[in-house]
């Protein structure tokens, strides 16, 4: 014995003729309704949030490149120091090098200096 269902919808109130499947038993309709002017004081309100959460969002992008910035400059700052701190250290080692080597020690001053007019 082979059981089908069947695929129609039989409604439980026998007074909803027009009902399909899936569909809601009652339906809500608004006793207010708006005019022209409603509707387009209400599009500009709608329109006027979007535009400020848009500039909550872009004043805080701006913010943040301000303080990044503000870090580039300071590691430009830094880099450049480091630099210039390397040169002097090269310049020390160098000099303390040169005062020891057996080259310098064997050099003598000269007798007399003569000025080129």
Do not use: C, W
Not at 20 to 32: C, D, F, K, L
Not at 76 to 99: D, F, G, H, P, Y
């Amino acid at each position: 014995m082979i059981q089908t269902r069947s695929t129609t919808f039989t409604p439980r109130r026998s007074n909803v003729q027009s009902m399909r499947r899936n569909q809601n038993a009652t339906r809500y309709r608004s006793e207010t309704k708006l005019g022209p002017v409603a509707h387009t004081v209400l599009v500009a309100l709608m329109i006027t949030v979007l535009g400020l959460i848009y500039l909550t969002q872009a004043t805080k992008t701006t913010a943040y490149s301000y303080e990044v910035q503000g870090l580039d400059e300071q590691i430009n700052e830094l880099t450049a120091r480091k630099s210039e701190l390397e040169v002097q250290n090269a310049r020390l080692t160098a000099l303390e090098k040169i005062k020891g080597s057996s080259v310098a020690s064997a050099m003598t001053d000269p007798a007399s200096i003569d000025y080129a007019n």
